[in-house]
Every structure is written in structure tokens, then in C-alpha cells.
């Protein structure tokens, strides 16, 4: 449900959350070239995106607010997740990624959780498609080669 709508969530709304993240992310100077999707949570006053590619999941914190302190990176390659669950907590959801018997729990909007739950679940059941060939349609993309339109059509097909 909506926090105080009293009405569901749904999927437009998942998407629309995401996309908001991309855009805080890439300002915060997060590389999300070739994320699929893009979500964000505070972590003690740090800012920690979860993008999702095709082939793997990348978290990654700036920091805290005016600091560098414990800005980092961390890579988990999707042949390394065995589930993924998404819950309702007391105000935000919970997706919680199983890597190996360890969950990683990321904490967000209720919608963009069930969204990044639907879309790595699916991507789960796809094989990646060659970062190789990805890179080079960015790199044509880059090059004016392609139209945005096109590199856009392209890659969809691609994943």
C-alpha cells in the first residue's frame, strides 16, 4: 500500500521510484551505464545504490553526507544469488538478496523493492547476455553511430 493512500502500490510507481534513483545516483556521480535498474537507500547517512545489470548486482555506497567514509563498491555476480524476496517492514520494504546462505538486505520504497525483486527473479531465469557486446553498442551509442532510439531498441533486444 501507499504509506498514507491506503491504496497498493503498483508497478508504475516500482518503476518510476527507480528511475528517481538512477538520476540521485548518476548525480552523486555513480556510473550507471548499462544498470537495468537502479535503487537507493540511507545507511546511517550514507547514500547505498543497488544496481542491477544483466549479469550481475553491484552495491555501492558514497559515503556520508559530506564525507568519503565508507564509500566502496561491491560486486555480486548473479550466478552467486540463489533467491531473492522482497517484504513489507514497519515503512519501507525490504528486498533481501540470497548470496550463498548470506542475505543481503537493501531497504527502499515498497514499490521500487518489489520491482527490483521482479526484475532480478527474471533475470535469474535469463543468461546474461556478452558484456562485450553490450560495451560495444555503448561504445557505438558514444560514437553517434546509433540514435538514442536505436541504442535503446538494440539493447532491449539484447536483454
Known sequence: MGLFSGRAAGADEGRARVERARGKAAQAGVDVRGALA???????????YLLVFPDRLE???????????????????????????????????????????????????RAAAEHLRALIAERLGKPAPSADLLRKLEELHRAGVLSDEEFQAKRAGLL
Open 38 to 48: 537502479v535503487g537507493h537507500m540511507l545507511d546511517a547517512g550514507a547514500s547505498v
Open 59 to 109: 552495491l555501492v555506497s558514497t559515503g556520508q553526507i559530506g564525507l568519503r567514509t565508507g564509500a566502496g563498491r561491491s560486486t555480486i555476480a548473479l550466478d552467486q544469488v540463489r533467491g531473492v524476496s522482497a517484504r513489507d517492514g514497519l515503512l519501507r520494504g525490504i528486498l533481501m538478496i540470497d548470496v550463498g546462505g548470506t542475505t543481503v538486505e537493501f531497504t527502499t520504497h
